[in-house]
Nanobody
Framework: QVQFVESGGGLVQTGGSLRLSCTTS????????MGWYRQAPGKEREWVAT????????NYADSVKGRFTISRDDAKNIVYLQMDNLKPEDTAVYYC????????????WGQGTQVTVSS
């Protein structure tokens, strides 16, 4: 059974930083691209960033490019999201997920971690 456990969220002021972590089980971590999504109140869940296998290639949503950095540690089966220069519009529940052969495991969301940015 695939499981994702996110942590590291919290309350920060505008311009602050947070580092999110996500541990996984039930998958061959190094074989999967890993990503972060977020869902703000009243909005659809949206993709934030992806780090491919090997960690060399990374993609970001335009809204976070230049402020967020995704990384992975294949030895520990952890994916990180370093979030700098946070803005109130970054307030959301953040989730991680894994992609294999082009398909995200959308039936296996974790509980997420809440990020709140005060203005």
């Amino acid at each position: 059974q695939v499981q994702f456990v996110e942590s590291g969220g919290g309350l920060v002021q505008t311009g602050g930083s947070l580092r999110l972590s996500c541990t996984t089980s039930g998958i061959i971590f190094r074989a999967n691209d890993m990503g972060w999504y977020r869902q703000a109140p009243g909005k659809e869940r949206e993709w934030v960033a992806t780090v491919m296998t090997t960690g060399r290639r990374k993609n970001y949503a335009d809204s976070v490019k230049g402020r967020f950095t995704i990384s992975r540690d294949d030895a520990k089966n952890i994916v990180y999201l370093q979030m700098d220069n946070l803005k109130p519009e970054d307030t959301a529940v953040y989730y991680c997920n894994a992609r294999l052969a082009g398909h995200w495991r959308t039936s296996s969301w974790g509980q997420g971690t809440q990020v709140t940015v005060s203005s």
